[in-house]
């Protein structure tokens, strides 16, 4: 009889280390081109048909203005904290809204990832 339960051979391995540059690089690069080249184009394509290059570069300005703005918040909060860490510290007394944005920018990052 053939044993099924084989404990010895996982296929988790043990870290002792926390997510580093390359690691956190790896999961944006993998949101990025799951959800923006392979589902976003199609639905792009059907949507506005010859105009998808001029929509992507259209697209490609908005998200380098929020890079730029990403980028202004943490020089100017000395903080790579994004956007709960920059919202907590530019509205003080509104905790319970620092933490409904830190859950919604995770809920975004999960619905990409899962694209």
Same mark, same amino acid.
């Given at each position: 009889m053939i044993s099924t339960n084989n404990h010895n051979n996982s296929?988790?391995?043990k870290r002792n280390r926390s997510l580093g540059v390359p690691e $956190? +690089? =790896?999961i =944006? $690069? !993998?949101g990025m081109v799951g959800g923006g080249i392979f589902s976003i $184009? !199609? +639905?792009s394509v059907s949507l506005v048909g010859v105009f998808t290059p001029l929509v992507i570069v259209i697209g490609g300005i908005i998200a380098s203005l929020a890079a730029y703005s990403y980028i202004k918040l943490g020089v100017y909060y000395k903080d790579e904290g994004a956007t709960y860490s920059f919202y907590k510290r530019t509205f003080p007394n509104s905790p319970f809204a620092a933490s409904l944005i830190g859950w919604w920018v995770i809920f975004g990052y999960i619905s990409t990832l899962a694209l």
């Open positions: 296929c988790h391995r $956190l +690089i =790896a =944006a $690069l !993998g $184009l !199609g +639905i």
